[in-house]
């Protein structure tokens, strides 16, 4: 059972990413994601996808949340909470999984939501496991 502060905690970065996907730009998939995250001083940095015409300019809405979080001076992701549209919680795409790593631990929670709540949790570790992320980068430099 999570205590009070963990609920309100989680009930604020559900709160976020809900508001973000309001305002997300999907008018070629249709699909509106919202993102927020909670950094290590407790703020909450949100996000939504922006699609764009030329499509691969385009970008998540983790990605512009995980820059508004770095463009504040933060460095450390203390848990994320990712909602698209429909019922099914939404998990991160692989390329954003890459991009939580930059600034997680293993044990960070990324919250797979819906906009019906917070849906599941998992950690950093399960949704990629056997990642290359900064500590292997540091290990082979010259
Ligand atoms: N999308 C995200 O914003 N995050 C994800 O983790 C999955 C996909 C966006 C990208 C695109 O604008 C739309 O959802 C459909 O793929």
Redesign the pocket.
Known sequence: MPNAKATDDLAALFEAALRARDHAH?PY?R?A?GAAVRSASGAIFAGC?V?NAAYPS?V???TAAIAAMVCAGEREIAAIL?L?QGDEP?T??GA?RQRILEFATPQTLIHCGSASGPGVARTMDELLPHAFGPDRLSKGAP
């Open positions: 999907a998939s699909f994601v996808n699609e385009g998540c809405a983790e990712v698209g939404l991160p795409c954003c």
